[in-house]
């Protein structure tokens, strides 16, 4: 059932990632409150059955495959979100992956892909939205980082520096944009151990198995669907700017 009194009520909203993990619980969260929903991710099947039960369930949305590393397809992406529901309220900057390995150890293609994904995903889908909340003057753009924006760990290097890179991207477009006066929002949220698929990402048997030791500790997707709920739904002249949501006994 539709909260009609929700703050968040017929706010068009992007999120990407939305297969699996935090955003497809975001995209749970939002639609009950009312959003209008935008689904991105690579995984049509993941995307369509979500689709279908937020339908099911007197919800809107609708999909676009997306991959975060190619700008044309999210310009095709924030295109196809105008053209359906003629605004976009919220970016919710989710898609990320986490391959842990040491330096020594010389992955390459996962620094590239994460560096591709991670930072250069965030810019991307920046960079398609921003024209159109210019241009209304209103807006909000919530980042994803990680514990591991704030924190530096063995065999995390590169993942830190790409967390740490989205958390500078953050506090920068806010400060661009408050001086520009555009009223448009930002806020950087840095989750904990959270239950999701972003373990899998991590190949390297030894990181695997410490990090399968150290998210014991991990707490649903859903604690992050509230957690960026309540960011949306302050009133406009509010900017949440910066929000860290560890399990409570986590210590790292």
């Known amino acids: ?3 009609s009194m929700s703050n968040i009520q017929d706010k068009v909203v992007i999120i990407t990632g939305a297969s699996s993990g935090i ?34 369930d007197g919800g809107q949305a609708i999909y676009k495959v997306a991959d975060v590393t190619s700008h044309e ?14 605004k976009i309220d919220v970016l919710v900057n989710n898609a990320g992956i986490m391959p842990q390995a040491f330096l020594f150890k010389k992955k390459i293609e996962e620094w590239d892909q994460m560096i591709d994904v991670n930072i250069k995903g965030v810019l991307y889908t920046i960079a398609a939205v921003l024209p159109s909340m210019r241009e209304r003057k209103s807006g909000h753009v919530i980042n994803l980082s ?12 590169v993942y830190c520096g790409t967390k740490h890179a989205v958390r500078a991207i953050s506090e920068g477009l806010r400060q661009e944009e408050a001086m520009s006066g555009t009223n448009i929002r930002v806020t950087n949220i840095s989750p904990g151990a959270i239950s999701s698929e972003l373990l899998d990402t991590t190949s390297e048997a030894e990181m695997r198995a410490g ?20 960011a949306i739904e ?14 409570t006994v986590q210590v790292g």
């Open 1 to 3: 059932m539709l909260n």
């Open 234 to 247: 302050q009133p406009a002249e509010i900017g949440i700017n910066e929000i860290i949501v560890r399990p």
């Open 73 to 86: 397809q999210l310009a095709e992406l924030a295109a196809y979100a105008l053209e359906q529901f003629g």
């Open 146 to 157: 990680s514990v591991a924006g704030h924190n530096i760990y063995p065999g995390g290097t």
């Open 211 to 230: 990090l399968d030791d150290f998210y014991q500790v991990a707490i649903e997707a859903d604690n992050i669907a509230h957690t960026i709920a309540f």
């Open 23 to 56: 955003g497809e619980a975001t995209a749970k969260k939002l639609v009950s409150q009312g959003a209008k929903l935008v689904l991105a991710a690579r995984r049509e099947d993941r995307l369509k059955k979500l689709q279908e039960e937020i339908q099911n």
